[in-house]
């Protein structure tokens, strides 16, 4: 298994700009969630689902959308990126968001908006 | 909603010396506790987590934790620590019910293992 997986690994990009942050996981996961890493603010959940067609805000969702339209990939559009989205962004999954079953992250990726 | 408060922000400690890292939530019902890591340049990895039962909880890499309910903590120890384990160390909380329940993370602590 690959785990989860996210692409691209650094990406900057100009105010403005839009983009996509891909992830995917192979482990038949029904829960997946993104968060943003920042210095001195630990991680924050900007979106997540529980399952395909199925998605939430979280506590930092905008400027951000997401979409599940498979259980294998959730990615993150930024719609219009500003300065303040510049981050470390992290995808994680679960079998399930109940109990207390282990959330597993990708790479991340770096993100600067200029 | 629920909260987690780590008031360590910057450990630095000698190679097999003692650590405890503090980890305090808030919340009024049932949790799952979390400890993750994060060594440099790689991604957070579980170290341990308290669902139920004994509130002595061991980890992987000689890490321990103690969930004391009447506390609200979950403080992290390691009787000896060796330089492998400079990285940051994040605890999380999730409620125990609901499926669309919250994994919150605190601040993290910087623990920095010198020789």
């Known amino acids: 298994n690959a785990g989860v997986t996210q692409t691209p690994k650094f990406q900057v990009l100009k105010t403005g700009q839009s983009m996509t942050l891909q992830c995917a996981q192979d482990?038949?996961?029904?829960?997946m969630s993104w968060y943003r890493q920042d210095p001195g603010m630990g991680l924050r959940l900007i979106h997540y689902s529980v399952g395909a067609g199925i998605t939430d805000q979280g506590e930092v969702p905008n400027g951000y959308n997401v979409s599940r339209s498979t259980t294998e990939d959730f990615p993150l559009r930024l719609l219009s990126a500003a300065p303040s989205q510049t981050s470390v962004y992290f995808c994680?999954?679960?079998?399930?968001?109940?109990?207390?079953?282990?959330?597993?992250f990708g790479p991340g990726t770096r993100l600067t908006v200029t | 909603a629920q909260s987690v408060s780590q008031h360590n922000h910057h450990v630095i400690l000698s190679e097999a010396a003692s650590l405890e890292l503090g980890c305090n939530y808030s919340y009024g019902g049932t949790v799952n506790l979390f400890w993750y890591v994060q060594y440099p340049g790689q991604h957070l990895q579980l170290l341990l987590k308290y669902f139920s039962g004994d509130p002595l909880v061991k980890g992987i890499k000689g890490f321990e934790a103690e969930f004391i309910k009447s506390k609200f903590s979950f403080n992290l120890r390691k009787p000896s620590v060796q330089w492998s384990d400079t990285a940051e160390y994040f605890c999380?909380?999730?409620?125990?019910?609901?499926?669309?329940?919250?994994?919150?993370f605190g601040t993290g602590t910087r623990l920095q293992v010198t020789l």
């Open positions: 994680a999954s679960s079998y399930s968001n109940r109990l207390s079953y282990e959330q597993y």
């Open positions: 999380a909380v999730k409620p125990h019910t609901g499926t669309a329940s919250k994994l919150t």
């Open positions: 482990m038949n996961h029904e829960y």
